[in-house]
T-cell receptor, first 113, second 113 residues
Framework: ETGVTQSPTHLIKTRGQQVTLRCSSQSGHNTVSWYQQALGQGPQFIFQYYREEENGRGNFPPRFSGLQFPNYSSELNVNALELDDSALYLC????????????FGPGTRLTVL | LAKTTQPISMDSYEGQEVNITCSHNNIATNDYITWYQQFPSQGPRFIIQGYKTKVTNEVASLFIPADRKSSTLSLPRVSLSDTAVYYCLVVSYSGAGSYQLTFGKGTKLSVIP
């Protein structure tokens, strides 16, 4: 059974650029959630997808957008990057509409200069 | 939305029982509580989940009083490998098949030999 994987591991961008982060869910899982974790802080919920439909969104601006594909892998897109977007981005997969036991990937460390 | 509060840090000696409490005063009727463990440079890992009263699994217990305004994670006989950050997460159903996930800021547990 393959766990949750994320790519890339690290990324450096400059302010104003756009970035796409990718997540491959654990086998059989149909829900994926994305989080932003600043250094020393708890994860902040960005949004969640269940069977390719967004079914939850945190307090993040529209420049944070996402997709879930038919194989339940997912993308997080961030436009017009700001310095404060520098953080660890985590995705988690789970089975079912309600996000019960979530399995997290190792994260993508994004640095915005 | 539920707001969570946890102690910033705790110290414990090896072999002792550790109790970490999370306050979630405005928890709603259908919300439930989950706890996660996170080591440096890793994604969080599921520990336990509950709605009310007491839940126990092979690694921890979760106590939730009748008013559900707090929850306590209990780790029996901690070892050095339990040194990590522990997060409580409140999962809220916000209607129309939509969910909100609110992590606490985390409690850094240091286990001392």
């Amino acid at each position: 059974e393959t766990g949750v994987t994320q790519s890339p591991t690290h990324l450096i961008k400059t302010r104003g650029q756009q970035v796409t982060l990718r997540c491959s869910s654990q086998s059989g899982h149909n829900t994926v959630s994305w989080y932003q974790q600043a250094l020393g802080q708890g994860p902040q919920f960005i949004f969640q997808y269940y069977r390719e439909e967004e079914n939850g969104r945190g307090n993040f601006p529209p420049r944070f957008s996402g997709l879930q594909f038919p194989n339940y892998s997912s993308e997080l897109n961030v436009n017009a990057l700001e310095l404060d977007d520098s953080a660890l981005y985590l995705c988690a997969s789970s089975l079912g509409e309600r996000p019960d036991t979530q399995y997290f990937g190792p994260g993508t460390r994004l640095t915005v200069l | 939305l539920a707001k969570t509060t946890q102690p910033i840090s705790m110290d414990s000696y090896e072999g002792q029982e550790v109790n970490i409490t999370c306050s979630h005063n405005n928890i709603a009727t259908n919300d439930y509580i989950t706890w996660y463990q996170q080591f440096p440079s890793q994604g969080p890992r599921f520990i336990i989940q509950g709605y009310k009263t007491k839940v126990t699994n092979e690694v921890a217990s979760l106590f939730i009083p009748a008013d559900r305004k707090s929850s306590t994670l209990s780790l029996p006989r901690v070892s050095l490998s339990d040194t990590a950050v522990y997060y409580c997460l409140v999962v809220s159903y916000s209607g129309a098949g939509s969910y909100q996930l609110t992590f606490g800021k985390g409690t850094k547990l240091s286990v001392i030999p």
